[in-house]
């Protein structure tokens, strides 16, 4: 007694089989694919975050930056006023002191 044990197709299975085969593998790598491209958008978002807040940080910096050298501009401003003013009075008094003497 012998055991058949073999599968026996019909020829005409022989492309569908390799078809199914092929699609498989297709869609296999079709899928890490779309994986790959979704994990690479979250990083590039991730960095665009990043990139955002750094500007905003640069951009808040510069801000008050600009603020601190119009500060310090005024204020050399109310001091070359205030060195004239005294200038004048230094002078008005000297010229009083010459003309008691």
């Known amino acids: 007694m ?6 026996k197709l019909p020829t005409w299975t022989l492309p569908i089989g390799a078809a199914l ?8 790598a079709m899928q890490a694919q779309a994986q790959a491209t979704q994990e690479e958008i979250a990083r590039v978002g991730k960095i665009a975050e990043e990139t955002y ?3 905003n940080e640069n951009s808040t910096s510069t801000a008050l930056n600009a603020q601190a050298i ?6 050399l401003a109310r001091q070359e006023e205030l060195a004239k003013a005294s200038d004048e009075r230094l002078t008005q008094l000297i010229n009083m002191m010459l003309e008691r003497k």
């Not at 085969?21 to 296999?28: A, E, K, Q, R, T």
């Open 2 to 7: 012998t055991a058949d044990t073999h599968i």
């Open 21 to 28: 085969v092929s699609f498989s593998v297709g869609y296999g």
């Open 53 to 55: 807040a750094k500007s």
């Open 70 to 75: 119009k500060n310090i501009a005024d204020s």
